[in-house]
């Protein structure tokens, strides 16, 4: 059986600002979706709906760019070490897996 599997962000208003918004990380696998904040915030003005990611070319946007490739980086390296050994991994497990919660000690959390 052939699993799908995709990453995507999304922004949500963030606490205690009108303007500015939390970029979240969606995982689906087999159309089962988990998601976590990534930490990043954003402006609404530049935040690409069509393409869920950031625009712009300040310093700021280059450096969330870069986090959230890295992060989509990382957690596809999670999805393709453990879909060998567990086809029916879920995008909980690999939520978990990615934040430390799972049943391994691997850690595959960006750090800053």
């Known amino acids: ?11 949500r208003k963030a606490r205690g600002s009108k303007e ?4 979240y990380v969606r995982i689906n696998v087999n159309g089962k979706r988990a998601e976590f904040s990534s930490q990043q915030s954003i402006h609404e003005k530049h935040w ?3 393409k869920c ?6 310093i700021e946007l280059k450096r969330i760019c870069n986090h959230l ?8 390296e999670i999805y393709r070490e ?18 430390g919660n799972g049943p391994t000690e691997d850690n595959y959390r960006i750090k800053q």
Do not use: E
Request: net charge positive; no cysteine; proline share 4%.
């Open 1 to 11: 059986m052939q699993s799908t599997f995709n990453i995507s962000f999304l922004i």
């Open 20 to 23: 500015n918004r939390t970029i």
């Open 48 to 50: 690409d709906s069509k």
């Open 53 to 58: 990611f950031p625009k712009g070319t300040t």
């Open 69 to 76: 490739d890295r992060l989509k980086f990382n957690l596809s």
């Open 82 to 99: 453990h879909i060998i050994q567990n086809p029916s991994i879920s995008s909980k497990d690999i939520k978990n897996l990615f934040l």
